[in-house]
Nanobody, 118 residues
Framework: VQLVESGGGSVQAGGSLRLSCAATGDTFSLVAMGWYRQTPGKLRELVAEISGGGGSPNYEDSVKGRFTISRDNAKNMMYLHMSSLKPEGTAVYYC????????????WGQGTKVTVSS
């Protein structure tokens, strides 16, 4: 599975961005997919995730009500719409897909940088 993120960039506080993640390869037996972010010196943290079987997405508390994760199965795409962005949202954002092989296996994209200026 290969994942390619796009849509990052620079935006002022209060603005919006939509990140995209294109998946190619065998995503059969999809367990979950999600967005993570990382800043220098900190651990990568979950932003939002959605299970392969559907159901309600899970969001990190600080982004609830502002970020929306979605997927287009027909296009093998996942999105993160981010609104009311804050400077603390500045990070490299990664998409992750978990598929079932002989157990769960994670695939990561290369990341896309989001910079929010005050």
């Amino acid at each position: 599975v290969q994942l390619v993120e796009s849509g990052g960039g620079s935006v002022q506080a209060g603005g919006s961005l939509r990140l995209s993640c294109a998946a190619t390869g065998d995503t059969f037996s999809l367990v979950a997919m999600g967005w993570y972010r990382q800043t220098p010196g900190k651990l990568r943290e979950l932003v939002a995730e959605i299970s392969g079987g559907g159901g309600s997405p899970n969001y990190e508390d600080s982004v609830k009500g502002r970020f929306t994760i979605s997927r287009d199965n027909a296009k093998n795409m996942m999105y993160l719409h981010m609104s009311s962005l804050k400077p603390e949202g500045t990070a490299v954002y990664y998409c992750k897909v978990t598929v079932w092989r002989v157990g769960p296996y994670d695939y990561w994209g290369q990341g896309t940088k989001v910079t929010v200026s005050s």
